[in-house]
């Protein structure tokens, strides 16, 4: 019978401690407890951020991991909404110069120095297209969406972003729209209107993906990719549920996770481009969540219910490899 050098060409190493920064595929024997082991993919886990200052839920947000913003949203299930805005650094929220339009339910994408917050939810007018650019430094009102709209889902940069699908008075949204940077234009619509979808959030206009959301008659598992001029339905994901948050850089790899299914969900469903596979759950389960972060492997989710308003942040991040002991079984 063959062996592993004869195999692999060379020995297995032997160490007095597992190396730190292990590659997939690696092995090694460890003398000091005496065990075989080896470096398997990466495992995802949710490890606690932030709070923010402001307890809120149907937050806009946008940005990366350890640059993120969420503006407006709401305090309570009763309330308008807030015009508050914060910043995360990777480290701690910090309050900054609020929207001029307090709101709940908006959408938003862009960074930290360059966001878009567009349309929402007021008890007067109850439905927005009210659209706020920001710089860096302050908001400033600009041109409308051209449909009334609750949030749907939302992503891009703040010169190139979309919205797709939301909700208008009694109507579930199939319209996407595309922003320029200066209006909007209503392009191709979706195959499903549904309101508060996650989303792709950092991933170009020609490609996303829009999954989950509410529709008619309630919450929805339906996924479908956007590639520039039209949309085409995907893997639906495992559990169905609104009120969602996500995180992505493209339509082949997505993040989804917390929601409403109905009940509190903490669940946490990875795309890679096929389908869909639950992994690591939130430590709290929480609907009406906001969502950013630059790919699958590293996210947040911030704010939402659970029931009740709540600041906490959680960041998500897969490592290159885990380490794994080999065993008999």
Partial sequence: MADYK???GFTIPSVSSDPDNPIQGQIWYNSTSA?????????GTWAAGGTMNTARGYGA????????FVATGGLG?????????EQYNGTSWTETTNVNTARSYAGGFGTTTAGIVCGGYQTSPPTLAITESWNGTSWTEVNDMNTVTQTGGLGGTSMAGFSAGGYSPATYDDKMELWNGTSWTETADMNTGKFYSGSSNKAPQSATIVFGGIADPGMTATAETWDGSAWAEVGDLNDSRGELGGAGAT???AI???????????????WNGT???????LSTARDVVT????SSASALCSGGYDPSATGATEEWNVPDSTTATVTTS
């Avoid at 989804?256 to 990875?270: L, M, W, Y």
């Fill in 291 to 294: 969502g950013s972060g630059a």
């Fill in 275 to 281: 389908s869909w596979t639950e992994i690591a759950d």
């Fill in 61 to 68: 947000g946008g940005g990366t991991q350890t640059a993120s």
């Fill in 77 to 85: 299930p009763a309330t308008a909404g807030t015009d508050v805005h």
């Fill in 6 to 8: 004869g195999i692999k």
């Fill in 35 to 43: 065990t075989l082991k080896g470096a398997l993919p990466g495992v």
């Fill in 251 to 253: 339509q082949t790899s």
């Fill in 256 to 270: 989804a996770f917390g929601g409403e299914a109905p009940g509190n969900s903490a669940k946490t469903e990875v």
